[in-house]
């Protein structure tokens, strides 16, 4: 069974640093992908990254980039220069790249970010 | 502009009563879900549909029931039968069995009163 495990209940970061939130996973099969989403206070959850198993670079897009350590099942999701807006939750999910696409879900890191 | 569309927003709900929620999507995908959130939780799967006229339960489809008589159309009913439904619904899409990208709605807020 996939398992995605989000240690980090809250975070807090002063506007224009960066802030790495951590993820680690776990699954038997050698194929999957690797999301981060944001989720504001309104509800609606917006995709940021993702990262494939057989990815040889980590993803980047924009202010947001995913450290994928494969060897220790890790997927940190890292933001550059925090903006206010950054304040939301967030979510690391997995899904396998064979069959359909079931997404499982960590428990999310709430970030907030300080002027 | 292409999308999700959930309605209603707020949803309240006597107790024993069935309610639909909608999801549209104009993003031509094959493939839809719903997933229940509960505060301080992450997502999990209720059903999800690879195809028109198809669909499978997820992790936790007791008490609901779905249709996807449309390509576009995903409805999801929460039954008399589902002893705690007050949560957050997302619906999502995605393009098929092996696009790595899976768009939400954005989402309804069901209550029991």
């Known amino acids: 069974a996939q398992k995605i495990t989000q240690t980090q209940p809250g975070m807090f970061v002063q506007e224009k640093e960066a802030v790495t939130l951590d993820c680690t996973y776990d699954?038997?099969?050698?194929?999957?992908?690797l999301f981060w989403y944001k989720q504001p206070s309104s509800g609606e959850m917006i995709f940021l990254i993702y990262?494939?198993?057989?990815?040889?670079q980590n993803a980047t897009e924009g202010r947001y980039s995913l450290n994928f350590q494969k060897a220790r099942k890790s997927a940190n999701l890292v933001i550059s220069a925090s903006q206010l807006g950054d304040s939301a939750m967030y979510f690391c999910?997995?899904?396998?790249?064979?069959?359909?696409?079931?997404?499982?879900f960590g428990t999310g890191t709430r970030l907030l970010v300080s002027p | 502009d292409g999308g999700i569309t959930q309605s209603p927003k707020y949803l309240f709900r006597k107790e024993g009563q069935n309610v639909t929620l909608s999801c549209e999507q104009n993003?031509?995908?094959?493939?839809m879900y719903w997933y229940r959130q509960d505060p301080g939780q992450g997502l999990r799967l209720i059903y999800y549909?690879?195809?028109?006229?198809?669909?499978q339960k997820g992790d936790i489809a007791e008490g609901y029931s779905v249709s996807r008589e449309k390509k576009e159309s995903f409805p999801l009913t929460v039954t008399s039968a589902q002893k705690n439904p007050t949560a957050f619904y997302l619906c999502?899409?995605?393009?098929?069995?092996?696009?790595?990208?899976?768009?939400f709605g954005e989402g309804s807020w069901l209550t029991v009163v």
């Open positions: 990262q494939g198993s057989y990815d040889q």
């Open positions: 549909s690879q195809i028109v006229n198809d669909f």
């Open positions: 999910a997995m899904s396998l790249t064979t069959g359909f696409q079931k997404l499982v």
């Open positions: 999502a899409s995605t393009g098929g069995l092996t696009g790595n990208t899976i768009y």
């Open positions: 699954t038997s099969d050698p194929s999957y992908g």
């Open positions: 993003l031509n995908h094959d493939a």
